[in-house]
Nanobody, 126 residues
Framework: QVQLVESGGGSVQSGGSLRLSCRAS?????????MAWFRQASGMEREWVGS???????DLAHSVKGRATIFRGRTENTLDLQITDLESSDSAMYYC???????????????????WGRGTQVTVSS
């Protein structure tokens, strides 16, 4: 089984920044072809934030574009997300996801991903 562990969440003031990290390990992690960050605010559906595939193609949601950077970390099978100018609407549980088996779901769909981390909470206060 592939395991994903997120880190870097916490409480941040509005206008601040944070960096989330995700590390994937175990199972057939070497077959990972795409990794992504999603977030879910209380009472809301899970929302795609951004993704990076094995070709280096990156995508970011409109809600964070211009404020966020997503990239594979220095260590293999890691994925970092950096967001600046944080807003209260960025408050959510942030989840890392990894796609192992190929399917035709779009990269911003949870169905594209096989494995999920337990999440790390981000709270932005004004």
């Amino acid at each position: 089984q592939v395991q994903l562990v997120e880190s870097g969440g916490g409480s941040v003031q509005s206008g601040g920044s944070l960096r989330l990290s995700c590390r994937a390990s175990g199972g057939n992690v070497e077959d990972t072809h795409i990794m992504a960050w999603f977030r879910q605010a209380s009472g809301m559906e899970r929302e795609w934030v951004g993704s990076v595939d094995n070709y280096g193609a990156t995508d970011l949601a409109h809600s964070v574009k211009g404020r966020a950077t997503i990239f594979r970390g220095r260590t293999e099978n890691t994925l970092d997300l950096q967001i600046t100018d944080l807003e209260s609407s960025d408050s959510a549980m942030y989840y890392c996801a990894a796609g192992i088996t190929t399917n035709w779901s779009p990269r911003n769909s949870p169905g594209r991903y096989n494995y999920w981390g337990r999440g790390t909470q981000v709270t932005v206060s004004s």
